[in-house]
């Protein structure tokens, strides 16, 4: 039986590479499953002087292995506390992932070709299966969140760039393999699609990873070009595009740049019906400019939201939990109304369905329009900016996650707080009472994890060992693993990447797929 395995491990090698870059995206089950089959395929094969010396002689996989040791060995110390088992629980397929493909030689350039294809297939029917999904099966069309049906939507976003990263190494940069016809077809729709799919995802993240690399790409393109004419047209379209972005984001920062000027003394106080309008305080939300607080008569919003919907109270909770009145006032100001009756009256049949669903203003009330995001964007931050209260703001969050993850690391500055990380981060939360409970959380930036779990000697390590990736990889530097590195670190800087399933998957196993696997450039 070892004798037949070790006569055909070549295939049965590729084919673990191929089944497992395939399914490794479709949810923790099937990353489990890799695990599995991954670590299985490991101990048939034997030979496990070879398999040590291959990872030895690797720096990149030294770099991966460094990191794994110090969040294991960190853990290792708290045994037997269940929080320590938890974390070694889960970053298992962290050392799983780069022991067995560290411990493997390099693929051939066509068996690399073919699983990359094979990924690309993947991740192209994974997002297309996850949208028609979400149009069909998810009513509440404000839950975007709810577009990642096997994973975090971010994660699916991280992935989804490497597929388009992929696509355009194989049409425009790849001279090693032929690409075939048909491939280019398929390829030329998946980044298509591709593309079309991170814009809508509406992640952050991800929108600034796809920024960073439709750069680099166009100015490698302009280095390249000896046509005079190729290279001022490649020009022209990146000055394009920078200005058109430019304009998309200056579009909805300009409302929250220029507000509304308020002259407190001309206001009016009454209604035209006699009601008393709520004491005008500038307050720190606007929308479309235009200020929130201003013009207010709850009695009236409240009688004329009765009359039209039926509803008990216009102070009844939404399905975010909190009150219509909220939406309302917040989708008038949008349309700047004012918050009485006659400006409720001019609200369409259309409107009132709006604000039903949580849409809070009337320039987006679809999910599909990218500028609605960044529109959020800048009102979180204004809000905050003005002192509004971050709970339940994605992006201001972070920054008092960040905040907490400091006192933490003040308090474990040398070897951090281990798999306590998060109970000493909630310790935090409570004593400061900015965040509700539900919105209490890790940090959301990779680097802050680890500096809460491993000290500042961990965080010093973890940042050492990814120059190192940058370095020791440059023989296998191309679009593909460039574009991993890039995607991975700007992930880093918004999420805790690795704390999860999916996240490990992505840095960790296509991260030794990429810089272990692929054969060197010739």
């Given at each position: 039986?070892?004798?037949?395995?070790?006569?055909?491990?070549?295939?049965?090698?590729?084919?673990?590479?191929?089944?497992?870059?395939?399914?490794?995206?479709?949810?923790?089950?099937?990353?489990?499953?890799?695990?599995?089959?991954?670590?299985?395929?490991?101990?048939?094969?034997?030979?496990?002087?070879?398999?040590?010396?291959?990872?030895?002689?690797?720096?990149?996989?030294?770099?991966?292995?460094?990191?794994?040791?110090?969040?294991?060995?960190?853990?290792?110390?708290?045994?037997?506390?269940?929080?320590?088992?938890?974390?070694?629980?889960?970053?298992?397929?962290?050392?799983?992932?780069?022991?067995?493909?560290?411990?493997?030689?390099?693929?051939?350039?066509?068996?690399?070709?073919?699983?990359?294809?094979?990924?690309?297939?993947?991740?192209?029917?994974?997002?297309?299966?996850?949208?028609?999904?979400?149009?069909?099966?998810?009513?509440?069309?404000?839950?975007?969140?709810?577009?990642?049906?096997?994973?975090?939507?971010?994660?699916?976003?991280?992935?989804?760039?490497?597929?388009?990263?992929?696509?355009?190494?194989?049409?425009?940069?790849?001279?090693?393999?032929?690409?075939?016809?048909?491939?280019?077809?398929?390829l030329y729709f998946s980044l298509t699609w591709l593309i079309a799919?991170?814009?809508?995802?509406?992640?952050?993240?991800?929108?600034?990873?796809?920024?960073?690399?439709?750069?680099?790409?166009?100015?490698?393109?302009?280095?390249?070009?000896?046509?005079?004419?190729?290279?001022?047209?490649?020009?022209?379209?990146?000055?394009?595009?920078?200005?058109?972005?430019?304009?998309?984001?200056?579009?909805?920062?300009?409302?929250?740049?220029?507000?509304?000027?308020?002259?407190?003394?001309?206001?009016?106080?009454?209604?035209?019906?006699?009601?008393?309008?709520?004491?005008?305080?500038?307050?720190?939300?606007?929308?479309?400019?235009?200020?929130?607080?201003?013009?207010?008569?709850?009695?009236?919003?409240?009688?004329?939201?009765?009359?039209?919907?039926?509803?008990?109270?216009?102070?009844?909770?939404?399905?975010?939990?909190?009150?219509?009145?909220?939406?309302?006032?917040?989708?008038?100001?949008?349309?700047?109304?004012?918050?009485?009756?006659?400006?409720?009256?001019?609200?369409?049949?259309?409107?009132?369905?709006?604000?039903?669903?949580?849409?809070?203003?009337?320039?987006?009330?679809?999910?599909?329009?990218?500028?609605?995001?960044?529109?959020?964007?800048?009102?979180?931050?204004?809000?905050?900016?003005?002192?509004?209260?971050?709970?339940?703001?994605?992006?201001?969050?972070?920054?008092?996650?960040?905040?907490?993850?400091?006192?933490?690391?003040?308090?474990?500055?040398?070897?951090?707080?281990?798999?306590?990380?998060?109970?000493?981060?909630?310790?935090?939360?409570?004593?400061?009472?900015?965040?509700?409970?539900?919105?209490?959380?890790?940090?959301?930036?990779?680097?802050?994890?680890?500096?809460?779990?491993?000290?500042?000697?961990?965080?010093?390590?973890?940042?050492?060992?990814?120059?190192?990736?940058?370095?020791?990889?440059?023989?296998?530097?191309?679009?593909?693993?460039?574009?991993?590195?890039?995607?991975?670190?700007?992930?880093?800087?918004?999420?805790?990447?690795?704390?999860?399933?999916?996240?490990?998957?992505?840095?960790?196993?296509?991260?030794?797929?990429?810089?272990?696997?692929?054969?060197?450039?010739?």
């Amino acid at each position: 039986m070892q004798s037949l395995f070790k006569r055909y491990s070549g295939l049965a090698d590729f084919i673990t590479l191929l089944v497992c870059s395939s399914a490794i995206i479709w949810g923790n089950f099937i990353i489990t499953l890799s695990c599995i089959l991954l670590s299985t395929f490991w101990i048939l094969n034997g030979n496990y002087t070879a398999s040590i010396k291959n990872i030895l002689s690797r720096k990149t996989s030294l770099c991966f292995l460094i990191i794994c040791s110090i969040l294991l060995a960190r853990f290792s110390l708290q045994i037997p506390h269940p929080d320590a088992l938890n974390a070694l629980n889960k970053y298992l397929p962290f050392f799983i992932f780069i022991v067995t493909l560290g411990s493997r030689k390099e693929a051939s350039h066509n068996e690399f070709h073919t699983i990359m294809l094979a990924y690309v297939f993947s991740i192209t029917i994974n997002t297309i299966f996850c949208l028609c999904n979400y149009f069909i099966n998810i009513s509440d069309t404000t839950a975007f969140r709810s577009v990642g049906f096997f994973m975090s939507y971010i994660r699916l976003s991280l992935f989804s760039l490497l597929g388009a990263t992929i696509c355009i190494y194989y049409l425009f940069y790849n001279k090693i393999y032929p690409v075939r016809k048909s491939e280019r077809i398929f390829l030329y729709f998946s980044l298509t699609w591709l593309i079309a799919y991170i814009l809508f995802s509406k992640t952050i993240t991800a929108y600034v990873a796809l920024s960073v690399l439709s750069g680099l790409f166009f100015i490698d393109q302009i280095r390249k070009k000896t046509s005079k004419k190729s290279r001022t047209a490649l020009i022209l379209a990146l000055c394009l595009s920078i200005i058109a972005i430019s304009a998309i984001l200056y579009s909805e920062a300009k409302y929250f740049i220029y507000p509304d000027k308020i002259d407190i003394a001309t206001l009016d106080t009454k209604t035209n019906s006699g009601n008393a309008y709520k004491p005008f305080t500038k307050g720190t939300q606007t929308e479309n400019g235009h200020w929130n607080n201003l013009y207010i008569c709850e009695e009236e919003l409240d009688s004329c939201w009765q009359q039209k919907t039926g509803m008990a109270s216009v102070w009844d909770l939404n399905k975010d939990n909190y009150p219509y009145i909220n939406t309302l006032c917040r989708y008038m100001t949008s349309k700047n109304l004012r918050k009485d009756a006659e400006g409720f009256a001019q609200l369409s049949d259309d409107d009132i369905e709006n604000i039903k669903k949580g849409f809070t203003n009337f320039r987006f009330t679809s999910n599909i329009n990218p500028k609605k995001r960044i529109y959020e964007a800048f009102w979180e931050i204004h809000g905050y900016y003005l002192g509004d209260n971050p709970d339940g703001h994605s992006i201001t969050q972070r920054w008092e996650f960040i905040k907490c993850a400091h006192k933490v690391i003040q308090k474990f500055p040398w070897i951090g707080a281990g798999a306590y990380a998060k109970t000493e981060m909630f310790k935090f939360y409570e004593k400061d009472n900015i965040l509700r409970e539900n919105h209490w959380n890790l940090p959301h930036n990779q680097f802050a994890l680890i500096g809460i779990t491993t000290g500042y000697i961990g965080l010093i390590i973890f940042i050492l060992c990814l120059i190192g990736l940058f370095i020791f990889s440059r023989k296998k530097w191309n679009a593909i693993t460039l574009g991993w590195l890039l995607i991975t670190v700007i992930s880093f800087f918004s999420e805790d990447t690795m704390n999860t399933f999916a996240g490990l998957a992505f840095s960790a196993y296509f991260g030794g797929l990429i810089l272990f696997v692929q054969p060197e450039n010739q």
